[in-house]
């Protein structure tokens, strides 16, 4: 994707919501390229939350954690228990 945002451009809302669905799926921070490309594409209107956790439980992270991890109740739970981000 062209004309990434830098991590300091995101709102904090963006970053928090983003590194929440890292947390929840794959037991870690978000990296900074998983912050600009999904940040951007959320603050752009390119991609929801919802397709942004569903990317990252299919990912091949996601699949080489352990199976129990993989299988917490927590880490399939709905985007309205999440803060959503605003984006309009």
Do not use: C, H
């Not at 709905?78 to 959503?84: A, D, G, K, L, V």
């Amino acid at each position: 994707m062209d004309n990434l945002k830098d991590v300091s451009e995101l709102s904090d809302m963006t970053k928090n919501s983003i590194d929440e669905l890292y947390n929840i799926i794959l037991r870690r921070n978000a990296d900074t390229g998983g912050l600009q490309y999904f940040g951007t594409s959320l603050e752009n209107g390119k991609i929801t939350l919802s397709e942004i956790r569903n990317a990252i439980l299919t990912s091949d992270e996601f699949y080489s954690l352990p199976v129990e991890t993989r299988e917490l109740k927590e880490t399939y739970m709905s985007n309205e228990s999440w803060q959503i981000v605003n984006q309009t």
